[in-house]
């Protein structure tokens, strides 16, 4: 089993950065893949990016692709999201989750983190 907690989030002005960080612990990290999520108001979850804990290796979703970067740091059992060029819409609750690799759900959750952007 795998505990996610998320930091990070703030108010931030449209064009500034963000850095989001998710502590990670548990056993066997390296079956897991670990995400960020988004949610903003009104709207459905989405992934914005993801890694695989044992290989590095990443995936940044379309509309955050330039922006947005994803790196795990074993030594520390970190998962960071580095935001820039941030955007109004970027404005939600972004969320740290596990999945055992392989397979298609997403079964550890972290409560969250808000970040706001301003025009």
């Known amino acids: 089993q795998v505990q996610v907690v998320e930091s990070g989030g703030g108010l931030v002005q449209a064009g500034g950065s963000l850095r989001l960080s998710c502590a990670v612990s548990?056993?066997?990290?390296?079956?897991?893949?670990l995400g960020w999520f988004r949610q903003a108001p009104g709207k459905g979850r989405e992934i914005a990016a993801a890694v695989t804990w044992s290989s590095g290796s990443t995936y940044v979703a379309n509309t955050v692709k330039g922006r947005f970067s994803i790196v795990r740091d074993i030594a520390k059992n970190l998962v960071s999201l580095q935001m820039s060029s941030l955007k109004p819409e970027d404005t939600a609750v972004y969320y740290c989750?596990?999945?055992?690799?392989?397979?298609?759900?997403?079964?550890?959750w972290g409560q969250g983190t808000q970040v706001t952007v301003s025009s």
């Open positions: 548990g056993r066997d990290l390296a079956l897991y893949n």
């Open positions: 989750a596990a999945s055992v690799k392989g397979s298609d759900s997403w079964n550890y």
